[in-house]
């Protein structure tokens, strides 16, 4: 009766908000710092993040094609172009790993917030969105023994990665035609703690830091969709930028720089499809590149390769509001995918890459549901991902993991209506 | 729309969930071969232990103005305090009966050191003097005063005055700058006597009547400026002697000039510490040096082990270490070991020119007769500098 009075009190969907803000507000001042993701991360670029929602996870992440009032994808700035109203979307994600070294393995979770996005519907069938997106992550700690000189061990904690915040526009231009457009501020920069530790009690504790920044540059990132009746298809294609890049080694009272690489982010496309298979199934595929290569930043230490993403996924969409069964009313979500990480590492136990390099392979199973509030403007979608990565024939190490993708999706109702088409 | 509650409560328990519970635990042993970062590893951690290339000892000058006064001899060491007087007490003249009795000069002791009877004398200066620059010897001693002999119990010594002296310090009253100060002086091989600075006064006994009755009472002058001056360090260092005094009368501090220039500039500097050894027979660190303490300046300037006093270094004001000397002690290895900041090495690595080496001193001695024998570089057991430093974490890219 209680919640009947607060919906009483509120609109729905400011309810649903104000439940979400509450809660956040409850649980930080209890959370842990967030940290993430990979083993593989302590080297290279970091772990490649894919910044979709838990919906478009379960999908493998294939999300060029999305399109709808709701049905947003991060990959292509055109999928926008339906939202008719104001959405704010969130996807955390927890994960748990497992490392495994051909001698022992080692178990690691950490929570990740790989995108945020707000977006609203401007007069003139204009979409305006903004949204912060991980791009890599290279958060990591190892501890290890060191015996150059006198014993010490080694504690490194590694935190950032690639970030992107983006502002977005898409239209329908006719019917069948979606274009937008993405104006992203590379960001982000890459921090290391190092903390040294002897075993001879005469020594301090050393504290020294590593920071790898580069200047905030944008590129711009464009998006179409065709679509035709359930058939639909997505483009995009991603601008390159060149980033100076500066490197500083520092400890108390004394500091080294060294500058003079250059990091390219590179062109990058990605084409999908979304094709009606029979009833409420339907099947989501897409590829997604970006044209990393060894003059993307030249380095002893890592070499790339253009990153592939393979992605495919089938839905059972929800039933309809008058369906009688609970479970029918869930949309229900499979999928895969392989990512090719650009990262070429050295070989397990190599100082750098003169031995030869060694690719990152990424594949795992998706699968996921959701539920939708009554006014279809919100909802709780839930994405769980199982897959693998390495080896331990070349990397030395191979991790398995399962992430768990939590987005909440937050809609202005009374927004409809009100100043729009 | 009407929101279904179990909906809001599985939303509200799910956004908390991943935020309360997912604590971090990294991977930190497994895998923890794959940090690598080049050929040079994860920083070479280097160890130098390098000699002085330069020692010596050195006083702080012949004025001292710390707590102590000195008078007298103990070996060749040699002391003559100094007091004046801005403003005089003194008493009611005008009381019915008035008579002045005795006038004395009233200190302090300090009974730590100085354990004979000597024979004090209380003198006018033959000069004024300037706090800037007196040495040794200092104003030559006048009119004599008074003389007592100091038999070194009591907490308090009372210099009497000779009998009569009464108009005179009326006269000083009236025109303080008529007399250029006083000085305390022994006679030759007198025993040391030692006196608490800033205690000093001037007592005037005098009696007068109340209600016919004779009553004795007393006015007191304090003394506004003392210190001593004592004569130069004998014997003077040598340069290439196997013992550096350390303390003792001179208060001499330790010159130590370290190369330390094959430390690289960019390194995080993991230790720095001196390490004074003390020679075999010394004197030792122990509980009377309970409240001893051990500076150490930087030098500004460039010097020689010809050297006598402090100045010559032109020590900075900054402390840059200090310990207690009970605790930087070790008896089993009679040594001294104290941390020095590693920014200071990085300093003298990456601009030797400016490498003025370090003054080390001993403050708040109870004994100040006690001096240390540290172990020359002429010594087979010499002052190190144990410099320990490891490279910056190498890039990422």
Redesign the interface.
């Known amino acids: 009766m209680r919640?009947?009075a607060a919906?009483a009190l509120f609109p729905?969907?400011v309810?649903?908000a104000l439940?979400?803000v509450?809660?956040?507000v409850?649980?930080?001042p209890?959370?842990?710092?967030?940290?993430a993701n990979s083993?593989?991360s302590?080297?290279g670029l970091g772990e490649p993040q894919l910044e979709e929602a838990a919906r478009l996870r379960a999908l493998g992440g294939a999300g060029a094609a999305e399109h709808g009032p709701r049905d947003i994808s991060l990959v292509n700035p055109a999928s926008l172009a339906d939202v008719d109203r104001i959405l704010l979307q969130v996807t955390?994600?927890?994960a748990l790993?497992r490392?495994?070294?051909p001698t022992?393995?080692?178990?690691?979770?950490?929570?990740t917030f790989p995108s945020a996005r707000g977006i609203i519907a401007l007069p003139g069938r204009i979409v305006l969105g903004g949204s912060y997106v991980a791009g890599t992550d290279a958060?990591?700690?190892?501890?290890?023994d060191?015996n150059?000189?006198?014993p010490?061990t080694?504690?490194?904690d590694g935190s950032g990665g690639l970030n992107f915040l983006r502002v977005s526009l898409a239209r329908r231009i006719v019917p069948t035609l979606r274009l937008g457009v993405d104006w992203e501020v590379i960001a982000g920069s890459?921090h290391?703690t190092?903390r040294?530790t002897?075993s001879d009690s005469?020594?301090?504790v050393?504290r020294?830091?590593?920071d790898?920044k580069y200047p905030k540059k944008g590129r711009f990132r464009f998006g179409a969709q065709l679509v035709k009746d359930a058939w639909s298809l997505g483009a995009v294609y991603e601008m390159s930028q060149g980033l100076p890049?500066e490197?500083r080694?520092?400890?108390?009272?004394?500091?080294?720089i060294?500058t003079g690489?250059r990091?390219t982010i590179p062109t990058g496309f990605a084409v999908g499809a979304s094709a009606p298979l029979r009833g409420r199934l339907r099947a989501v595929a897409q590829y997604r590149r970006a044209n990393w290569s060894r003059s993307s930043?030249q380095?002893?230490?890592?070499d790339f390769r253009p990153l592939q993403r393979f992605s495919f996924g089938v839905e059972r969409a929800r039933a309809p509001v008058a369906a009688v069964s609970f479970w029918r009313r869930i949309p229900l979500r499979i999928g895969a995918y392989a990512l090719q990480w650009p990262d070429l590492?050295?070989r397990?136990?190599?100082?750098?890459l003169?031995g030869g390099s060694v690719a990152v392979n990424e594949r795992a199973l998706t699968l996921g549901a959701g539920?939708v509030?009554?006014?279809q403007g919100g909802g709780?979608d839930l994405s769980l991902e199982l897959g693998t990565r390495g080896d331990k024939s070349d990397?030395?190490?191979s991790e398995k993991f399962a992430r768990?993708g939590?987005s909440?999706l937050v809609s202005d109702?009374t927004w409809k209506g009100s100043f729009h088409r | 729309?009407?929101?279904n509650?179990v909906?809001?409560v599985?939303?509200?328990?799910?956004?908390?969930?991943?935020?309360?519970?997912?604590?971090?635990?990294?991977?930190?042993?497994?895998?923890?071969?794959?940090?690598?970062?080049?050929?040079?590893?994860?920083?070479?951690?280097?160890?130098i232990a390098p000699t002085a290339d330069r020692d010596t000892y050195v006083e702080p000058g012949t004025a001292d103005f710390d707590s102590i006064l000195l008078v007298g001899t103990s070996g060749l060491f040699e002391a003559h305090t100094f007091l004046s007087v801005v403003k005089w007490t003194l008493p009611d003249t005008t009381l019915p009966g008035f008579a002045a009795q005795t006038i004395s000069l009233e200190l302090p002791r300090n009974l730590t050191l100085g354990f004979d009877p000597t024979t004090v004398n209380l003198s006018l200066a033959s000069a004024a003097w300037d706090t800037t620059n007196v040495a040794w010897p200092g104003p030559a001693a006048g009119a004599q005063l008074g003389s007592a002999v100091d038999d070194r119990a009591a907490a308090s010594f009372s210099l009497p005055l000779a009998p009569g002296s009464f108009p005179q310090v009326v006269q000083w009253a009236h025109n303080p700058t008529s007399i250029p100060g006083f000085t305390l002086q022994a006679p030759p091989v007198q025993a040391l006597a030692a006196y608490v600075a800033g205690g000093a006064k001037f007592r005037i006994r005098y009696s007068h009547t109340v209600s016919g009755a004779p009553v004795v009472d007393s006015v007191d002058t304090r003394v506004t400026q003392d210190f001593y001056l004592h004569s130069p360090l004998s014997p003077a260092p040598s340069g290439v002697d196997t013992a550096l005094a350390w303390g003792g009368l001179y208060k001499t501090g330790l010159a130590l000039h370290f190369p330390v220039d094959s430390v690289p500039?960019?390194?995080?500097?993991?230790?720095a510490?001196l390490v004074l050894r003390l020679l075999p027979g010394t004197a030792v660190p122990d509980s009377a040096d309970v409240n001893a303490r051990v500076e150490v300046r930087a030098g500004t300037a460039g010097w020689n082990e010809a050297i006598t006093e402090q100045s010559s270094l032109t020590p900075g004001s900054a402390v840059l270490a200090s310990g207690r000397l009970l605790v930087l002690y070790s008896s089993t290895s009679r040594s001294l070991?104290l941390?020095l900041p590693?920014?200071l090495m990085?300093q003298w690595a990456s601009m030797p020119a400016v490498n003025g080496g370090i003054l080390v001193t001993l403050v708040n001695r109870e004994n100040l007769t006690k001096i240390f024998q540290v172990g020359a570089r002429e010594s087979a057991t010499p002052t190190e500098l144990?410099v320990?430093y490891?490279q910056?974490?190498?890039?990422?890219?």
Not at chain 1, 249 to 256: F, Q, R
Not at chain 1, 348 to 352: I, K, P, R, T
Not at chain 2, 392 to 397: E, H, I, K, M, S
Request: glycine share 10%.
């Open positions: 919640s009947h919906a729905p969907a309810a649903l439940s979400l509450l809660s956040l409850l649980a930080l209890f959370a842990p710092p967030a940290r083993i593989l302590i080297g955390v994600l927890p790993r490392i495994s070294s022992s393995s080692e178990g690691a979770h950490e929570t958060e990591f700690t190892v501890i290890r060191e150059q000189g006198a010490s080694l504690r490194v890459y290391e190092w040294r002897f005469g020594l301090a050393a020294d830091t590593l790898v890049i490197q080694s520092s400890t108390s009272g004394a500091s080294e060294f690489q990091l930043l380095s002893n230490l890592v590492l050295p397990s136990g190599a100082a750098d003169s539920l509030t009554k006014d709780l990397l030395g190490v768990l939590i909440f109702d | 729309m009407r929101l509650p909906f809001l599985a939303l509200s328990v799910l956004s908390a969930l991943p935020l309360v519970g997912c604590s971090r635990k990294a991977e930190q042993l497994v895998g923890a071969g794959r940090f690598s970062r080049g050929p040079g590893g994860l920083g070479t951690t280097v160890r500039a960019g390194v995080s500097v993991d230790e510490t070991a941390k590693g920014s990085r144990h320990t490891t910056l974490p190498p890039v990422r890219f």
